[in-house]
């Protein structure tokens, strides 16, 4: 069993606009199973991060409990991690979030941990709209604990030993959407050429970014019967809103614009490009995209894409009007402004 | 592109690249696995098996293998496969050895072959033959077997005994040695009534340099190769103070570095091509600069220079090369002219083949530069009796390429004499290929990949290597410096085997592939693949290794030019789709013989085959 990655890469890596090769993105060699989609997440979010040229260390990662939530542990080596209790990643995140708004922020869950255990902090971390990217490795069971069924396992989907769900599963994007997410997307763990540019949409997203990826547990959840394998999701996927992250230099070529329909410019000058089924879909109003999900659902088939954006939505840092400047960053004299502030304070209160 | 046929042996043979270059095929990272384990003797055999003569290799060879070290391309300096190769022979148990070579059958088949010239490819047709109960005849003029091995190579590059050795390990299978006795006359050997005829006369005539001074000064002036012959045969045992050695190529090398050790003290090389162009190996211009022996590129001969009827001197025009943009070479003189002192000239400026004892009415047919027309696989030349191998048979080349030869002469000597095609019967490889699989992610092979760089073979000090001829200046590795290196061999032979069937396309190889080897794309034709891949795959040497389609329509894609055969993409996958499978490749000596280790493979295999 290698237990290190080998020291040699490919001759000629490429360097990234601050210099660095993916091996500087990298962690240590996974303990999951081998063959598991969050490994492939974890390879998504190491391109995702070389390719938007972030240096490491401006990075956190951080997660609850599960399988998903022991990912970070293989990427990322050298940014910030923090592995919380479980289902409460998005305590912790806004509480980093509010001392340090420098830093770019990854949240990983997984379906228990943001469908059944987390789901009352879910909700309230989309309402509040944190500046932050939510990727769910959602692989609709408890891997950890042996494959039981999860809360986003889908109704009729057979277990490994041959159990019939009998429940409605719990579907994030839809709830995301209800609760005036930002940023909503649906991706596959098989298709990389999908999940790279939607993670760096997501990252370029000032405001709450869900990505609910399927990422199939390869051990309990990948044989006939089930809806979250990786054959039933590639034979149901339909991509619905296909993006192409545009970064803010690169200049849009006559050809993108002819092969797509739509751009949607990000806050920071970035854009998504969307093309293929985007012909008729408009990403930016939430009910075309809550009636297309459904429309989906009915046929049987899983929506992937770009779901629904609002690029122009307030952070929740904007909304609480917090401090631009990091916590650690601040002098003694505005951390503790004196007898005369807390007066004035005293005063309007009275 | 259509799907990769792994069962062509060629396919995976590619692959082991240091194999692939070897003319011999030694199977290199089998033997360097052995040599890891401490298993000298084993390593040894598996060389021998192959090429005859692991010592005498382990510190001359050309070294064909090395610059096609994907550890090359991977890092910065190839394994050092030369000088692992002597750790076996330098290591070995000599009693487990001996017990270990071909037994000769006491009755003999009644096939009388002549060998003529005994260097390495006779030696060769004889280790290979003499098991198969052939009587052999070993012509050589001079007193010992070895042919160039011993005349050329001097003593402190490749100690006596060494060599001895080997040649005895040969010539002690029965093989009657007829030394001292030159062969004068082909016709007279064909009345002898030899059932085959091998000629490995090498390519004896050294070039000679015609310019004012030549004939005045005859006393002084040596021609390279004959005067390292003569020295190492004790003819000559010293050399005047002042020595000016004239080409580039290694026996330059070994003239110089002959001169300083009996007597030259200040010896110069001159060459007329640059430094870097020079024909000699690096590392023996690095030996030779070493020694505090000058090179002096840019140097082209002009004229002896004499007082009183002796040599005094040498003088050169210094040259410019220039290339134009084909590559080709055109020197032009500046004007400047050099003069050099000394008291002997050497010259090394190449060697040609001359065959002056075969006669016209001989029955073999001469084409190009007074060549034998020889078949360039069966080594037959246009008297089916008659057979040519090493530099004899298509000019000078190296002992590893004469091994070569000398193999594939032996199986067309054995062919012939049995009836069969020297052509259509010839034996395929011998292939094994079988799964390193113990377990989970456990490997029969070691797959971690060490950051070690290359190690530096040892000398000895200066002052003591250039006291006597006779004493061997490289140490080689110590043991400990050979486990370093033997480790950062990749196990290239170790082979990556991709099974469609099982694999669910989950991209957990792509994703852990530390040089971006493996990618799951649509089929496309040969160059837009290469340039669609995760990294695009520039060297067009290297195959891709392409599977039939698979499920979503793709198919998986492997650039097998940076492949670190570190199984991680094996340990990785949920399907066991992937499996590092060890590919042993041997060349099929005369009469079907495998190589001992493989013998036991087969052994312990045919019971089951039989049963199935």
């Given amino acids: 069993m290698s237990y290190f990655r080998p020291p040699l890469r490919h001759p000629n890596e490429p360097k990234n606009e601050v210099g660095l090769t993916a091996q500087a993105y990298e962690g240590p060699i996974s303990t999951l199973c081998a063959g598991c989609g969050h490994d492939s997440i974890s390879a998504a979010i190491v391109q995702t991060m070389w390719g938007l040229s972030i240096p490491p260390h401006r990075i956190a990662k951080l997660s609850g409990i599960g399988c998903s939530s022991k990912s970070p542990s293989y990427f990322l080596a050298q940014s910030h991690g923090f592995n919380s209790v479980h289902g409460r990643m998005p305590s912790v995140m806004t509480g980093a979030n509010i001392s340090n708004n420098d830093l770019h922020y990854i949240g990983i869950s997984g379906d228990g941990d943001t469908a059944s255990i987390g789901m009352g902090q879910f909700a309230h971390v989309v309402r509040r709209n944190l500046n932050m990217m939510y990727v769910v490795e959602n692989n609709g069971c408890y891997g950890l604990t042996k494959g039981q069924d999860s809360a986003t396992a889908d109704e009729g989907s057979k277990s490994k030993k041959g159990r019939i769900n009998p429940f409605e599963a719990i579907d994030l994007v839809a709830l995301a959407l209800d609760l005036g997410a930002t940023f909503v997307a649906r991706s596959f763990s098989g298709d990389k050429d999908q999940l790279v540019p939607l993670m760096k949409a997501a990252m370029s997203h000032k405001g709450f970014a869900l990505i609910d990826v399927v990422s199939p547990c390869v051990t309990f959840n990948n044989h006939p019967g089930s809806t979250k394998s990786y054959d039933y999701t590639r034979q149901h996927v339909e991509a619905g809103a296909v993006v192409d992250f545009v970064p803010m230099e690169q200049e849009i070529t006559l050809d993108q614009i002819q092969g797509s329909t739509r751009k949607v410019d990000l806050h920071n000058g970035d854009s998504v490009q969307l093309s293929k089924l985007a012909a008729e879909y408009d990403p930016t109003d939430r009910n075309v995209a809550m009636r297309t999900l459904m429309e989906h659902k009915a046929e049987d088939k899983l929506l992937t894409g770009l779901i629904y954006i609002d690029p122009e939505a307030e952070d929740f840092h904007k909304m609480l009007n917090l401090t631009d400047t990091p916590l650690n960053e601040l002098g003694k004299s505005e951390l503790c402004p004196g007898s005369d502030a807390l007066q004035s304070v005293n005063q309007a209160l009275r | ?612």
């Fill in chain 2, 1 to 612: 592109m259509k799907a990769t046929d792994i069962s062509n042996p060629e396919y995976f043979h590619k692959v082991v690249d240091c194999q692939f270059a070897c003319p011999a095929h030694t199977p290199v990272p089998e033997y360097i696995r052995l040599i890891g384990q401490r298993r000298y003797t084993d390593a040894y055999m598996v060389n021998w098996e192959s090429n005859v003569f692991p010592g005498i290799l382990g510190r001359t060879c050309d070294r064909p293998c090395e610059p096609a070290c994907r550890r090359g391309r991977v890092e910065t300096e190839p394994v050092a496969i030369c000088r692992l190769k002597r750790v076996a022979a330098d290591n070995k148990d000599d009693a487990d050895v001996a017990a270990r070579m071909p037994t000769v059958p006491a009755q003999k088949n009644g096939r009388k072959i002549a060998l003529i010239g005994a260097g390495p490819a006779s030696l060769t047709v004889a280790r290979d033959l003499m098991p198969l109960g052939y009587e052999i005849d070993l012509y050589d003029e001079n007193a010992k077997g070895g042919g160039f091995m011993r005349s050329q190579i001097p003593s402190f590059r490749l100690p006596e005994e060494v060599l001895d050795q080997e040649v005895n390990y040969v010539t002690d299978m029965g093989v009657s040695a007829l030394y001292n006795q030159r062969v004068d006359s082909m016709k007279a050997m064909l009345a002898k009534d030899y059932d085959a005829i091998f000629v490995g006369t090498g390519a004896p005539r050294g070039k000679d340099l015609n310019i004012p001074g030549r004939e005045e000064a005859a006393d002084n002036i040596h021609i390279g190769i004959n005067w390292l012959e003569s020295v190492a045969f004790e003819h000559i045992d010293k050399v005047g103070k002042k020595v000016v050695i004239v080409g580039g190529g290694n026996t330059a090398m070994d003239c110089c570095r002959t001169a300083k050790r009996i007597g030259g003290e200040e010896v110069t090389v001159t060459v007329r091509s640059t430094y870097e162009a020079m024909k000699a190996s690096p590392w023996e211009k690095e030996d030779t600069l070493g020694e505090g022996i000058p090179i002096l590129a840019n140097h082209s001969p002009r004229e002896f220079i004499l007082e009183n009827g002796k040599l005094t001197g040498m003088s050169f025009n210094v040259v410019e090369s220039s290339y134009d943009e084909n590559g080709k070479r055109t020197i032009t003189e500046t004007g400047e002219v050099v003069t050099l002192e000394c008291s002997d000239a050497i010259m090394a400026i190449g060697q040609d083949n001359a065959f002056p004892w075969i006669e016209k009415d001989a029955g073999i047919e001469f084409g190009d530069w007074d060549m034998p027309v020889v078949d360039k696989v069966t080594f037959q030349s246009t008297n089916p009796k008659v057979f040519f191998g090493g530099d004899a048979a298509f000019g000078p080349e190296n002992i590893i390429t004469a091994v070569a030869h000398g193999h594939q002469a032996a199986i067309s000597i054995d062919l012939m004499l049995n009836g069969q095609s020297v052509v259509d019967d010839r034996p395929a490889p011998g292939v094994h290929l079988a799964s390193t699989k113990m377990g989970i992610h456990q490997w029969a092979y070691d797959s971690d990949v060490v950051a070690d760089q290359r190690q530096a073979s040892a000398h000895l000090p200066i002052e003591k290597a250039l006291s006597s001829r006779k004493i061997e200046s490289e140490l080689g590795f110590d043991l400990d410096t050979a486990f370093i290196e033997a480790e950062r061999c990749l196990n290239c032979d170790v082979q990556t085997v991709f099974t469609e069937e099982k694999c669910i396309e989950c991209d957990g190889c792509t994703d852990i592939c530390p040089t971006h080897c493996i990618t799951f794309t649509d089929n496309a034709e040969e160059d837009e693949l290469r340039q669609k891949l995760t990294a695009p795959a520039p060297n067009e040497s290297q195959d891709l290794y392409v599977s039939m389609d698979l499920p979503t329509g793709r198919v998986m894609v492997k650039d097998e030019d940076l492949c670190l055969h570190c199984g991680l993409c094996a340990e990785r996958c949920p399907t066991s789709a992937w499996d590092m499978q060890k590919f042993l490749y041997t060349v099929t000596k005369a009469d079907n013989q495998p190589a001992p280790i493989l013998a036991k493979h087969q052994q312990r295999t045919r019971p089951r085959e039989q049963a199935a």
